[in-house]
Protein backbone atom coordinates (compact mmCIF):
# COMPACT_ATOMS: atom_id res chain seq x y z
CA UNK A 1 0.00 0.00 0.00
CA UNK A 2 1.28 3.68 -0.49
CA UNK A 3 0.95 6.74 1.86
CA UNK A 4 -2.27 7.52 0.07
CA UNK A 5 -4.09 4.23 0.65
CA UNK A 6 -3.38 4.57 4.29
CA UNK A 7 -4.35 8.35 4.33
CA UNK A 8 -7.78 6.75 3.01
CA UNK A 9 -7.87 4.70 6.01
CA UNK A 10 -9.58 7.26 8.89
CA UNK A 11 -9.37 4.99 12.00
CA UNK A 12 -5.78 5.45 13.64
CA UNK A 13 -3.46 5.14 16.73
CA UNK A 14 -0.72 7.31 17.77
CA UNK A 15 1.96 6.23 19.97
CA UNK A 16 4.54 8.88 20.57
CA UNK A 17 4.79 11.40 23.00
CA UNK A 18 0.70 12.87 22.32
CA UNK A 19 0.63 14.62 25.70
CA UNK A 20 3.62 17.34 24.72
CA UNK A 21 2.33 19.70 22.34
CA UNK A 22 5.73 20.47 21.68
CA UNK A 23 6.36 17.15 19.77
CA UNK A 24 5.51 15.68 16.75
CA UNK A 25 3.52 12.70 17.66
CA UNK A 26 0.81 15.52 19.55
CA UNK A 27 1.16 17.68 16.57
CA UNK A 28 0.47 14.66 14.29
CA UNK A 29 -2.49 13.38 16.20
CA UNK A 30 -4.10 17.18 16.51
CA UNK A 31 -3.21 17.47 12.59
CA UNK A 32 -5.43 14.06 12.14
CA UNK A 33 -8.36 15.09 14.58
CA UNK A 34 -8.35 18.48 12.63
CA UNK A 35 -9.04 16.09 9.18
CA UNK A 36 -11.91 13.91 10.30
CA UNK A 37 -9.91 10.84 11.66
CA UNK A 38 -10.88 9.24 14.53
CA UNK A 39 -7.14 9.54 16.92
CA UNK A 40 -6.67 7.11 19.70
CA UNK A 41 -3.35 8.51 21.32
CA UNK A 42 -0.99 6.00 22.84
CA UNK A 43 1.94 6.51 25.50
CA UNK A 44 3.03 4.28 28.19
CA UNK A 45 1.94 7.16 31.01
CA UNK A 46 -1.45 7.34 29.92
CA UNK A 47 -3.67 10.42 30.76
CA UNK A 48 -7.47 11.82 29.91
CA UNK A 49 -8.02 10.33 26.65
CA UNK A 50 -4.37 8.75 26.22
CA UNK A 51 -4.29 4.85 26.04
CA UNK A 52 -1.43 2.85 27.84
CA UNK A 53 -0.88 0.41 25.25
CA UNK A 54 -2.66 -0.73 22.24
CA UNK A 55 -3.89 -3.58 24.24
CA UNK A 56 -6.24 -0.91 26.13
CA UNK A 57 -7.78 0.62 22.69
CA UNK A 58 -11.21 -0.11 22.92
CA UNK A 59 -11.46 -0.67 18.89
CA UNK A 60 -8.81 -2.40 16.48
CA UNK A 61 -6.99 0.76 14.72
CA UNK A 62 -6.86 0.41 10.46
CA UNK A 63 -3.39 2.39 10.95
CA UNK A 64 -0.45 2.59 13.81
CA UNK A 65 1.40 5.72 13.48
CA UNK A 66 5.04 5.24 15.17
CA UNK A 67 6.44 8.33 15.97
CA UNK A 68 8.75 6.56 19.04
CA UNK A 69 12.53 6.28 19.84
CA UNK A 70 13.33 3.33 17.63
CA UNK A 71 14.81 1.69 20.89
CA UNK A 72 11.07 1.27 21.55
CA UNK A 73 9.68 0.57 18.05
CA UNK A 74 10.00 -3.07 18.32
CA UNK A 75 7.79 -3.59 21.30
CA UNK A 76 4.72 -1.84 19.33
CA UNK A 77 5.20 -4.01 16.53
CA UNK A 78 4.65 -6.52 18.72
CA UNK A 79 1.57 -4.95 20.03
CA UNK A 80 0.37 -4.22 16.78
CA UNK A 81 0.85 -7.73 15.50
CA UNK A 82 -0.94 -9.22 18.19
CA UNK A 83 -3.87 -7.09 18.31
CA UNK A 84 -4.39 -7.94 14.37
CA UNK A 85 -2.94 -4.19 13.34
CA UNK A 86 -1.03 -5.08 10.06
CA UNK A 87 -0.81 -1.46 9.32
CA UNK A 88 1.67 0.81 10.46
CA UNK A 89 3.07 4.25 9.32
CA UNK A 90 6.92 4.90 10.05
CA UNK A 91 7.39 8.54 11.11
CA UNK A 92 11.20 9.70 10.23
CA UNK A 93 13.41 8.14 12.92
CA UNK A 94 11.35 5.50 13.93
CA UNK A 95 12.12 3.77 10.80
CA UNK A 96 15.39 2.16 11.79
CA UNK A 97 16.98 -1.21 9.76
CA UNK A 98 16.28 -3.35 12.83
CA UNK A 99 12.44 -2.26 12.85
CA UNK A 100 11.83 -2.66 8.82
CA UNK A 101 13.33 -5.89 9.47
CA UNK A 102 10.97 -7.02 12.27
CA UNK A 103 7.82 -5.02 9.99
CA UNK A 104 8.93 -7.68 7.65
CA UNK A 105 8.86 -10.91 9.32
CA UNK A 106 5.44 -9.77 11.44
CA UNK A 107 3.89 -9.70 7.67
CA UNK A 108 3.41 -6.12 8.38
CA UNK A 109 2.28 -2.98 5.48
CA UNK A 110 4.54 -0.23 5.99
CA UNK A 111 4.62 3.36 4.86
CA UNK A 112 7.90 5.50 5.49
CA UNK A 113 7.37 9.16 5.97
CA UNK A 114 5.87 12.20 7.40
CA UNK A 115 2.53 12.08 7.77
CA UNK A 116 2.40 16.13 8.62
CA UNK A 117 3.93 16.68 5.35
CA UNK A 118 1.92 13.79 3.24
CA UNK A 119 -1.33 15.91 4.68
CA UNK A 120 -0.50 19.55 3.31
Known amino acids: MKSD ?3 ALKNW ?16 AHKLKSRGYHVAPVHPD ?10 SLPSKPEVLCLV ?3 RVGEQYLEQAAA ?11 ADTD ?18 LVKLQ
Open 68 to 70: INP
Open 98 to 115: AILSRSRALGLEIVQACV
Open 46 to 55: GGEGVYTDLA
Open 83 to 93: QGITRVWLQPG
Open 13 to 28: AVAGDVLNPDKFAHKI
Open 5 to 7: DFL
